[in-house]
Nanobody
């Protein structure tokens, strides 16, 4: 069966960095657009960043542009999110998502209702 598992969350001070990982199994990883989403308690889920099947293109949400970098290693079936210059408003549960035969775009990040697979999340907490 398909598994999508995030790791790397934790507590960090404002201005610090974290690197999240998403390891997948049971799917043909290179056929999936991959993305990171986040959700704070009581707030709507927000698209953070996405990457195309091959890694040739990426898209970042406005709130993280210039601070977060998404990447993927198709040989390892793994997605990454390097988060730098973290802010308290980045505090959220971060979710990894995989979508078959889709590609990365701003529209894809905004409309996540039909995404095929989700991880259970990893918690990121930024202190001020």
């Amino acid at each position: 069966q398909v598994q999508v598992v995030e790791s790397g969350g934790g507590l960090v001070q404002s201005g610090g960095s974290l690197r999240l990982s998403c390891t997948t199994s049971g799917l043909t990883f290179e056929h999936y657009a991959m993305g990171w989403f986040r959700q704070a308690p009581g707030k709507e889920r927000e698209g953070v960043s996405c990457i195309s099947w091959s890694g040739d293109s990426t898209y970042d949400g406005d709130s993280v542009k210039g601070r977060f970098t998404i990447s993927r290693d198709n040989a390892k079936n793994t997605l990454y999110l390097q988060m730098d210059r973290l802010k308290p408003e980045d505090t959220a549960m971060y979710y990894c998502a995989a979508d078959l035969d889709e590609d990365c775009s701003g529209s894809w990040l905004e409309d996540y209702s039909s995404i095929d697979y989700w991880g259970k999340g990893t918690l990121v907490t930024i202190s001020s």
